[in-house]
């Protein structure tokens, strides 16, 4: 069937007023430089227009919530199916949600458990089973066959009195090895055995023996068949276990889901750790010492005795309470928490408010200090101790949540079944490896289903729902993708499109906005938005086939890129370094194997390999974790290794992510750079500043004097509401301003500070022309691409993006830095060529400067631009950790056994 989706008069955010058409079943690219417009048109038309469409279509009742969701500004849309966005962001926050459960593996795991499971007795180690009276009695039969037995249950577990007894035609009991008439016996002690039959174990006999059996079970769980002569043999109708009496509940899928009360951990309710107080969280600054107030809960004014009591502690127990927390020995700090006589301890002091937690501003302050820790029942498994003793192929299903995807589908390849169990098993063991084999597909095979969905990076969490989606078998649907290949190696990126070429060919339509070259030949049609960004995008630059764009003259960014006619360049020389080099040796955190590494410094460093191959875990958790702490005494954890030599070559250790650069509203860009120090010199010095008696200082929101008290400068007041989110209104007394009136009215060159605050960097370039020092400043912050960003645009306004390339402008302003280690991880904010030249020139600008720059990276253009390359691999999890090859670009090239050296050598030769 042939169409297409028409979209006409698109004007969402810069859109302008264009008309697209995306072809059915066929495999369409949106592409154009950052900022162009491509979400606007995936996102933000097609499929909002598209779920809109979709609740008109369901019943009355949900058509109310239609006016949630605001229709694009767009003049008219057709031939447009049900869509489902698979966005490269990780939206979920649940801790309960595994890729496990997000992917239903785990689910059919609990249905084959409860199927086939096998309980053992952790006591004996013995198999339980439930056994029906014809398995007794064929048991009986070939082990005891010619032997005359009692058939018997306890006098006790029946509940029965002698009339009872006799009224339901029992007439005998064996009361220490010795039959007695019940009507002759005037008392039956302990371990009294009510006879229900006398038989000899042979064929003939078979079905007589399994009517007693069942007799037996009716009047008593438990039942005894004793060997003439010889031994006592046990069995029950319940799951029990014959050596030492245990008893086991029996296996369902609910006891072994942590989301059920029937099998989630009792301590901790399934979640595998349980909230208690974090000394990091009580000691967020440990270089203030004991009387500065280290312990910050303790500075609460509810709280000050509290304190006082802590500080007479100490003292009394010969603690130096004027030493910074950091500086005090460990016993120091156990008695500090632990307490002791006169004292209860910080932990003492916590369990006490846990009393009163009814209360709910008590609940809101423990929040605040307390971390998950697993928990010590279960020790992380989520699961009450009674589903971990099934098994199946000798793994408990919490084993198989720890193994890897492609570990776990190796276990099922090999499990063996009876003809029995797999018919039983069938429909569920194709489940679970088609479920696997989708995952290895996208490249997650490196993955454990107990692994948080909220921990997986984007571009992870947007694959896993991708898998998801090819086990739906949906057709006629259109899906949208937002960068897919984000944190992707080279080497996935043909299974990736692979896979959507299998979903395209299932009758689906496939709308990816992507800017790699590789996904971008591979589609049926190419819409380009651009030529720029912002206000100078939102056109129509192509759209058609990859071949035709090839050909088109038109102004493509993308195609000049793919032609070659713009190219990132491939140095032409390598740096060598200082010659002093930084070695990791023994590091075994995570999927490392022992690894040594050396990484020479004053240069240029990638760190590669496939995804799961244990980048992070050498860059993030050993190397930068073990110099933080070196320098700067930080208390997070350290990955597993066992020396680092050459730290001392090395001046600090800083690692430019992604995260807020303050969660203050009184933080923004110019003060993170330090440039508002010369902002507050500039107006101080104007002749109305000086006749008013005000000094720099009265221009800062974050110390008394100039700015308004009410909201200290932050121009809006934070309303606490519990358990939701803060809610924050404009300051009354300021109107949003943040300082005072006198303050206001001071002007430089015809703008007051609040004005000065709004303008944007380019734009300040300008303004402040006349003081260098603060112009090099914002210069820097306009190289990294943030002109457009204002002076006192809010920290907690800002992208993870732009938070980073502040960090990097901050790092470019240092005069006097040299010998700085720079450690960035999974730089996926320059997804175009555009944006990498941009990178390139702001890291070199750092190594010139005298440092080291450490990059984990899958970008080529960025490898092959590197001085020094470290691939691990040469897979994922189990598989990864080792180094492949180290050396130049080149050297990585031409390597045999290097995923990224395949990639590489195409990139050095373009």
């Given amino acids: 069937m042939k169409g297409e989706i028409k979209i006409e008069g698109a004007r969402e955010n810069n859109l302008k007023n264009i008309n697209v058409e995306v072809p059915w079943h066929k495999y369409t690219v949106i592409t154009g430089i950052s900022g162009s417009g491509k979400s606007s048109l995936a996102l933000d038309t097609l499929y909002a227009e598209g779920l809109r469409r979709y609740i008109e279509c369901l019943s009355t009742y949900a058509r109310q919530f239609l006016e949630r969701v605001d229709r694009p500004d767009m003049d008219d849309i057709t031939g447009l199916p049900p869509a489902v966005a698979i966005e490269s962001r990780n939206t979920v926050r649940n801790s309960r949600s595994t890729v496990g459960t997000t992917t239903e593996i785990y689910d059919y795991l609990r249905l084959l458990y409860a199927k086939l499971g096998k309980t053992y007795c952790p006591d004996c180690n013995k198999l339980v089973s439930l056994r029906s009276a014809s398995d007794i009695a064929r048991e009986l039969l070939k082990d005891h066959s010619g032997d005359r037995v009692y058939i018997t249950f306890p006098y006790e577990s029946s509940g029965f009195s002698a009339q009872e007894l006799l009224s339901r035609g029992y007439s005998r009991v064996l009361i220490g090895g010795e039959m007695q008439e019940i009507e002759e016996t005037d008392r039956f002690p302990e371990n009294t055995e009510v006879l229900v039959d006398r038989i000899a174990i042979d064929k003939k006999s078979l079905s007589r023996i399994v009517d007693s059996i069942e007799t037996a ?62 000394p990091d969280l009580l000691v967020p600054d440990p270089e203030k010492s004991l009387s500065e107030g280290a312990i910050e809960p303790l500075t609460k004014p509810s709280l000050r005795s509290r304190e006082t009591k802590m500080l007479e502690f100490a003292v009394s127990r010969g603690i130096d309470t004027d030493k910074p927390y950091k500086s005090l020995t460990k016993k120091e700090k156990d008695l500090i928490f632990n307490g002791g006589e006169g004292f209860r301890g910080i932990y003492g002091v916590f369990r006490y408010m846990e009393s009163k937690s009814y209360k709910m501003h008590v609940r809101v302050f423990l929040s605040k200090y ?104 949906l057709t006629e649907t259109l899906y949208i993708m937002d960068e897919p290949s984000i944190g992707l190696h080279a080497r996935d990126i043909s299974r990736l499109i692979s896979l959507i070429h299998e979903l395209r060919d299932r009758d689906n339509t496939v709308v990816v906005v992507e800017h790699d070259f590789e996904m971008i030949r591979s589609a049926d049609h190419i819409v380009e938005l651009g030529p720029l960004a912002g206000e100078r995008g939102g056109d129509i630059v192509y759209q058609g086939s990859a071949k035709k764009l090839l050909r088109n003259s038109n102004n493509s960014i993308t195609k000049r890129y793919i032609l070659g006619e713009e190219r990132i360049e491939t140095p032409t020389k390598r740096r060598k370094g200082s010659g002093g080099k930084l070695t990791v040796k023994g590091a075994t955190e995570n999927n490392l194997k022992n690894l040594t590494v050396s990484f020479p410094l004053r240069t ?28 700067r005494g930080d208390v997070e ?55 008013k008696g005000l000094t720099p200082s009265h221009f800062s929101f974050n110390v008394k004097g100039g ?107 240092k005069k006097s830095g040299h010998d700085i280690l720079y450690i960035l991880d999974e730089l996926t904010v320059w997804p175009h060529a555009e944006d990498v030249k941009k990178l390139l020139d702001v890291l070199n600008k750092l190594i010139y400067a005298g440092n080291t720059v450490i990059l984990v990276e899958h970008n080529m253009d960025v490898i092959k631009s590197a001085d020094h390359v470290i691939d691990l691999g040469p897979e994922g999890g189990g598989a990864g950790g080792n180094i492949v090859v180290e050396g130049t670009p080149e050297d990585v090239s031409e390597s045999t056994e290097s995923y990224t050296g395949k990639y590489l050598k195409e990139a050095l030769l373009e």
């Fill in 707 to 813: 700015r308004c008290e009410t909201c200290e400068g932050e121009g809006r007041l934070k309303i606490d509401m519990h358990f939701l989110a803060d809610v924050y209104v404009i300051c009354e007394d300021c109107g949003g301003l943040r300082f005072k009136k006198n303050v206001l009215s001071v002007k430089y060159k015809d703008k007051n500070i609040d004005e000065i605050l709004k303008l944007t960097v380019n734009q300040a370039i300008n303004f402040f022309f006349e003081i260098p020092a603060l112009g090099r400043k914002l210069k820097i912050l306009q190289d990294v691409g943030l002109g457009y960003l204002s002076l006192g645009q809010p920290a907690p306004t800002l992208s993870g993006g732009e938070a980073q390339r502040i960090k990097i402008a901050r790092e470019l302003g």
């Fill in 370 to 473: 307390r971390s998950a820790f697993d928990c010590d029942v279960c020790s992380g498994t989520r699961l009450r101790e009674e589903a971990l003793y099934v098994k199946v192929g000798g793994n408990d299903i919490s084993g198989l949540s720890e193994l890897s995807v492609d570990k776990l589908a190796e276990f099922f390849g090999k499990l063996s079944l009876s003809e029995y169990e797999k018919n039983i098993a069938d429909e569920i063991l194709k489940q679970i490896n088609s479920r696997t084999d989708f995952l290895n597909k996208v490249g997650l095979e490196y993955l454990t289903l107990s692994r948080l969905t909220r921990s997986l990076s984007g571009g992870e969490a947007q694959r896993v729902s991708l898998a998801c989606q090819l086990g739906s078998t």
């Fill in 604 to 631: 240029f460093i990638c760190v590669t390999g496939v995804s799961g191959s244990g980048k992070s875990s050498l860059v993030n958790d050993v190397l930068y974790s073990a110099l933080a702490r070196s320098f």
């Fill in 637 to 691: 954890r350290v990955g597993k290794f066992k020396e680092i030599k050459g730290a001392e070559l090395l001046s600090d250790v800083v690692m430019l992510d992604q995260n807020p650069i303050g969660k203050s509203l009184r933080s923004n860009p110019v003060t993170y750079i330090k440039a508002y120090d010369e902002i507050r010199k500039a107006i101080a010095g104007t002749w109305q500043a000086k006749s």
């Fill in 217 to 278: 079970f009716t009047e008593s769980r438990n039942i005894h068949v004793i060997i003439h002569g010889g031994e006592q043999l046990y069995y029950s109708k319940e799951l029990e276990c014959s050596s030492c009496k245990k008893r086991f509940m029996e296996p369902t899928p609910l006891l072994f889901s942590f989301n059920s009360p029937q099998g989630a951990c009792p301590e901790c309710r399934g979640f595998g750790n349980i909230l208690k107080a974090d």
